[in-house]
């Protein structure tokens, strides 16, 4: 079955610095890859897509890697600030796009 | 600009009693209407999708089903509440374009079966 892995351990790092979330999956072979964020208590946000064909995209201080021979999405945030403490996301989906599975998601607590 | 608005926020419900969660899409048409649940710790689980009014596709067997009365209206609903329902709900809307889908949440129904 299909299945999306992002680390269950949660993220600390210092403010200022990069932080870098793994995304991996089996058996599938999405079209698309999105990133969201989500605070507690409230519904995700989107943050950005990369399609199979993409390498890498950027957007401000964030940037996602998209690798499909090694199956893994890498997220990064560059000079992270405590603002970006979250839950992050990571979400699949097939040409067309209706359904979309999603990751549990990694907790990111960054430290002032 | 496209809103979404789900409801209620917050309840509280026994087991075994009925469950209504609405939600509705404002300022767009024809979209794909989503219904998923995440446990606490867990991911999102995609329960229900719709791409028009009557067209309902379940993804988990369980005792919840969905209704779409409208084109901007969605439902939840159970006849009899299970304590393994218990969850944060939300809905969700995208209009399919096939070159990439963002989803775009409401702010979710927090419901706890006691």
Redesign the interface.
């Known amino acids: 079955s299909q299945k999306i892995e992002q680390n269950s351990e949660a993220l600390n790092i210092q403010e200022g610095k990069t932080a870098t979330l793994t995304c991996n999956y089996t058996n599938y072979s999405p079209a698309y890859l999105q990133w969201y964020r989500q605070d507690p208590g409230r519904g995700p946000v989107f943050l950005l897509l990369i399609r199979e064909n993409e390498k890498e995209k950027r957007k401000e201080r964030l940037k996602v890697t998209f690798d499909t021979t090694l199956k893994q999405s890498l997220f990064h945030i560059t000079a992270s600030q405590p603002a970006d403490s979250a839950t992050y996301l990571c979400a699949l989906a097939s040409t067309g796009g209706f359904k979309t599975i999603f990751g549990a998601g990694t907790r990111l607590f960054v430290k002032a | 600009s496209q809103t979404i608005h789900q409801w209620p926020a917050t309840l509280v419900q026994p087991v075994g009693s009925p469950l209504s969660l609405e939600c509705t899409v404002e300022g767009t048409s024809n979209p ?1 209407l989503y219904w ?1 649940r995440q446990a606490a ?4 689980q ?1 329960l229900f ?1 719709s ?1 028009g009014i009557g067209q309902i596709s379940s ?1 988990v067997p369980q005792n919840l089903s969905a209704s779409r009365p409208q084109d901007r209206q969605f439902i939840l609903s159970s006849k009899k509440l299970l304590l393994s329902d218990s969850g ?1 709900y ?1 809905c ?1 809307w ?1 209009i ?13 129904s ?1 419901l706890t079966v006691v």
């Open positions: 794909n998923y710790g867990r991911g999102l995609l999708y791409v993804e944060f939300l969700a995208i399919p374009t096939g070159s990439g889908n963002t989803i775009y949440f409401g702010e979710g927090w």
